[in-house]
């Protein structure tokens, strides 16, 4: 064999092994996946909202406060249990998680390949930062700090972007929970709808607490009520 059908076959042996290792899955991703796929299985039973809506060049602010009314179809449902000031109408509650659940199911899959940065600093403790950019049309960029031993979640900031419709960014800070899992305990997010007839601007502030597992009757399709506390 001449050098150069060598050089060549080294070379090919050298690309088909790296991609042999691209496609080998991050242990440490999986079980960042883990941890959110155990999450999921959870609610909140109450969310405090605080949020600020620019629409119609009004500003209004309002202070929601959400409970955990059951679930149907594996998905939480929730009621509002408050709201300052008293709306002239009545509301209905926006669940921020129902909301992202496609965005967040596209992001974390262990075939996701995200770039992996070790020993990065987050406030007093050391982390391993996860980033990822996924989709075409609808854009996902996701920056992920998890405990390198466990995976266990520290803080998520996501950006959704679909053009001509809506942009989202949500920063989200996590603590430990039931069974080893993270749970979200502080989430702000920041949106802009882009759509003719319904352009609007604004925040919410969140605050998740009580985290209930999901009844076993609610991954059967029908509809089941929260436990008591």
């Given amino acids: 064999m001449n050098l150069k059908r060598r050089y060549l076959c080294l070379s090919l042996l050298g690309a088909v092994h790296g991609i042999t290792l ?30 600020t809506v620019e629409k119609d060049q009004e500003t209004r602010h309002s202070v929601v406060r959400l409970q955990l009314s059951g679930w149907k179809d594996n998905t939480p449902e929730y009621e509002i249990f408050s709201i300052d000031p008293a709306p002239k109408e009545k509301k209905k509650p926006m669940n921020m998680d129902a909301m992202l659940k496609d965005a967040y199911r596209q992001v974390f899959s262990t075939t996701a390949q995200p770039k992996r940065s070790d020993n990065v600093r987050l406030g007093e403790q050391n982390a391993t930062l996860f980033e990822l950019d996924e989709g075409s049309l609808q854009k996902v960029s996701l920056q992920l700090w998890a405990e390198p031993s466990t995976g266990r979640i520290l803080q998520l900031k996501m950006q959704a972007r679909m053009p001509m419709a809506f942009e989202a960014s949500i920063s989200t800070s996590y603590r430990p929970g039931p069974d080893g899992i993270s749970f979200p305990a502080q989430r702000q997010t920041a949106f802009e709808i882009h759509i003719p007839f319904k352009k609007a601007k604004g925040s919410f502030d969140e605050a998740l607490s009580q985290w209930e597992a999901r009844p076993a009757s609610a991954s059967t399709g029908t509809s089941a009520k929260p436990a008591s506390p």
Wanted: no cysteine.
């Fill in 22 to 51: 691209a496609a080998q899955p991050d242990p440490l991703w999986e079980k960042v996946v883990q941890q959110y796929k155990a999450a999921d299985n959870y609610a909140a039973k109450e969310i405090r909202q605080n949020i």
